[in-house]
């Protein structure tokens, strides 16, 4: 037996010893994702399989250490189980590994310094949700194959690896929900290959520095979330303008961000994920689409007006500069950006109106520009006519629907007309001259008076 597939079932217990008993010397691969296991019938530390490649066994139940892949494997993939323990550094001894997910475990300690010498084959490394500690490793190899590293969720400190900008293929690097301390990596802008950039949740600080000296920085960015951080300053206007990937509006099929390892007989595909908050929640992404572009730099200390620049971010769908120290007015431009779904501009100092050009965003679906320093009429019509009173609470100076609060200004539009509009028709108006009518009302009545008295007297006369 070369494969064994036993994914998406209902079993329990442990793996029995016979299901690879008679297979060692020719066993390829093994998916046992999405069961119930709970471990092995013996206690395998060491996977007794001298040409397995596949080892899958992601989404169950799995205790206690890492099992140990032989040095043939090439995909290794345990996320979701209660493993435990630190990795260990007998993994060095694998040199043909691609894939490795070690993700939603309860892995502890350090990273062995043998993971420098495993970038030389890897493509994929998701090392999230677990306890790891210490700093990142500061030894990816020159030209490494990286595609993906996510290291979120766990309990990394210092500086960001600068040997990552030996990591030239790399699409997607997360680094959310850790306790890194540094400045804006800007030198990752090198990397024109990144799609994707999450640095949420540290301790990053200090303005945004270095992007305006490479015209070519981030030429493929989509995604940046730089949210929860103590980044400060104002945004230069050229930060936007190398940002080429958000310019466009993607037209096509769209298809996931992934990675693909071909065997002889079989392919294994690993789909990147990541989480973000898009359209005001937290959103897990197990498939990344290639067309989704968004920008989050909220809870930050950025300051001063929002660039210019925005306006040329055509593909932007979600933009967040929410929770700073903005001021200046909102953007009538970003009534140019015609896909933006959500627009978050909530507890900032903005002042002024809110553009009436915003109309034009058709598929604006959220909408908050709560607590700043707003006024006059909310823009009626269209999507507006869809967001409710928390859209534009902490605004005591806007007016207008849904809030309660009319404008002083506004026209109320004419009644519909009804039976007794014939007789108000005989009414004067009121641009009427009442001093005309006045004289010509008492002339006639005086007139009348003369006519009458000498027609009383003369009548028999008249007749």
């Known amino acids: 037996m070369r494969f064994l597939f036993l994914a998406n079932n209902k079993i329990h217990g442990l793996i029995p010893e016979w299901s690879w008993s008679n297979s060692q010397e020719t066993l390829e691969l093994i998916d046992l994702s ?126 960001v690896s600068k040997s990552l900008t030996n990591c030239t293929n ?67 206007h050229k930060y936007f303008q190398s940002w080429n990937a958000m310019k466009l509006v993607s037209i096509g099929k769209a298809s996931y961000m992934q990675s693909k390892v071909s065997f002889k007989v079989f392919s294994e595909v690993d789909p990147y994920t990541m989480a973000i908050t898009y359209k005001g929640s937290k959103t897990e992404f197990k498939y990344i689409i290639n067309i989704l572009v968004a920008i989050d730099l909220s809870c930050n200390k950025f300051e001063g007006e929002i660039p210019q620049s925005l306006q040329d971010l055509h593909g932007l769908q979600s933009l967040n500069f929410s929770n700073n120290h903005f001021t200046g007015h909102v953007l009538s431009s970003l009534g140019n950006l015609k896909n933006l779904e959500a627009l978050d501009l909530s507890r900032n100092q903005l002042s002024g109106e809110i553009p009436q050009q915003l ?52 026209k109320v539009s004419a009644p519909p007309q009804t039976s007794s509009t014939m007789y108000e028709s005989f009414l004067p108006s009121e641009r009427v001259d009442w001093i005309v009518i006045f004289y010509g009302v008492g002339s006639g009545l005086i007139v009348g008076i003369v006519f009458g008295n000498f027609y009383a007297r003369y009548y028999d006369w008249f007749i």
């Open 359 to 410: 109309l034009q965003l058709g598929f604006l679906a959220i909408l908050n520009v709560s607590f700043n320093h707003l006024e006059g009429p909310i823009p009626q019509g269209k999507q507006f006519d869809t967001f409710e009173n928390n859209s534009y609470m902490g605004n005591l100076r806007l007016c207008g629907k849904p809030l309660s609060k009319e404008c002083q200004h506004s």
């Open 34 to 159: 999405n069961n119930f296991i709970t471990g092995f019938h013996r206690s395998h530390y060491f996977l007794p399989l001298v040409r397995l490649k596949c080892f899958i066994i992601a989404n169950n139940m799995l205790h206690g250490r890492l099992p140990i892949p032989p040095r043939t494997i090439e995909v290794y993939d345990v996320n979701n189980n209660h493993l435990e323990g630190e990795i260990p550094p007998l993994i060095r001894e694998v040199k043909f590994l691609r894939f490795l997910s070690l993700s939603s475990n309860n892995i502890t300690g350090i990273l062995p310094p043998c993971f420098g010498s495993l970038s030389n084959s890897l493509i994929g490394l998701d090392l999230s949700k677990n306890n790891l500690q210490g700093t990142m490793m500061n030894s990816f190899t020159q030209d490494s194959p990286l595609q993906s590293i996510d290291l979120s969720e766990n309990q990394f400190v210092g500086q």
């Open 170 to 236: 790399l699409e997607v690097l997360s680094l959310r929900d850790n306790s890194l301390y540094d400045v804006f990596p800007f030198w990752l802008g090198t990397l024109v290959e990144l799609q994707v950039l999450i640095l949420r949740s540290n301790k990053f600080y200090g303005e945004i520095q270095g992007l305006t000296t490479v015209s070519s920085q981030f030429p493929k960015l989509r995604i940046i979330d730089l949210s929860n951080n103590g980044f400060s300053g104002q945004l230069p």
